[in-house]
Nanobody, 125 residues
Framework: QVHLVESGGGTVQAGGSLTLSCVFS????????MGWSRQAPGKEREFVAQ????????YYADSVKGRFTISRDNADNTVHLQMNNLKPEDTAVYYC??????????????????WGQGTQVSVSS
């Protein structure tokens, strides 16, 4: 089945930048919309960003719009999340997701077919 492995998490100070990467395997990458969700301690999983099969369309949660950029490389079966101007409230475990339905990623991330194990992002003030 589809397998996703995230990397790139770490600890940064507020205002800093970080890039997350996700490697896709076990399926046909181009059949899936890809995205990122996050979950902070004590909070529900929330949508962060999503990119279409072609990579031409991207969607972002209002909380990260203008600061985060999602992209995909169909040649390498990878998806990236470039995070700039990080804020303490961005602290969470970030998960890479894959689903044939792009809308599920941004509307109901809890129902997405496949999520990776996550990578921790911590932002200090």
């Amino acid at each position: 089945q589809v397998h996703l492995v995230e990397s790139g998490g770490g600890t940064v100070q507020a205002g800093g930048s970080l890039t997350l990467s996700c490697v896709f395997s076990g399926g046909t990458f181009r059949d899936y919309a890809m995205g990122w969700s996050r979950q902070a301690p004590g909070k529900e999983r929330e949508f962060v960003a999503q990119v279409s099969w072609s990579g031409m369309s991207q969607y972002y949660a209002d909380s990260v719009k203008g600061r985060f950029t999602i992209s995909r490389d169909n040649a390498d079966n990878t998806v990236h999340l470039q995070m700039n101007n990080l804020k303490p409230e961005d602290t969470a475990v970030y998960y890479c997701g894959a689903d044939p339905s792009a809308s599920k990623i941004r509307v109901t991330p809890g129902q997405v077919d496949h999520w990776g194990q996550g990578t921790q992002v911590s932002v200090s003030s």
